[in-house]
């Protein structure tokens, strides 16, 4: 039986699956990359352990997955009140996305922080072809209060990083006179970063204009 999603929860080494299905994988990770070369369904659901998850969240997302099966990657708006919104980037509590998408673009880039790390996948998406959309998931719950400043915080050495891999020196530049403490670091990092950069946009037709507004929508 071909499963419907294979669901990812990080960052734990163990699971209990909350719901049993032969239609779910169930998958604990570390890093989440550990887990994504073990998955076989075509949607992946990535969720942080403190997320619930329940039937009534799962057929939400399955519902989305139908309506709109060009999407490539879901991540949840409980402010939107439209069916798709376009955002730069998915939450790191809970995505959806297509196994297409992540063998196009690879996982996650380890050497970033968490909420960077979610960020960069989601601006590769975009050179990769695919889009990140918000759809309003209000099931969407977390087990405990969750710090979400801390879960969400990126640092500037890493954004830096991140914006002139996906969207170019000009944007990384501007950043970098907000933020001149990491001026030195970007430039001593600069030679990995670039092969870095690449890699992420060798097959990408994003054009400088677009590439602007994905700056602006970050």
Known sequence: MRKQFDIVVYPTKEIEPPIEDDALGW???????????KTSAEWIIIAHQEVKITKTLL????KACLD???????T??????QPLSYVAAPSPYLMVVTRRII?????FDLE???GSRFLDLGLRMYHAGGQTFAIPLS????KKDLPSEKMLLMNPRDVVQV??????IAVAFSYLIKHPKVIFYFLKNFRACHQKRKKAISLSKVSDERLQELYKAF
């Open 27 to 37: 998958f604990a990770s570390k890093n989440i990359n550990d887990a994504l070369p």
């Open 163 to 168: 914006l002139y891999k996906n969207l170019g």
């Open 112 to 114: 970033l922080g968490l």
């Open 76 to 81: 949840p708006s409980e402010e939107s009140q």
């Open 68 to 74: 709109f099966p060009a999407v490539d990657c879901f």
């Open 103 to 107: 063998q196009r673009t690879g996982a």
């Open 59 to 62: 057929d939400q997302i399955a």
């Open 139 to 142: 099931s969407v719950s977390l």
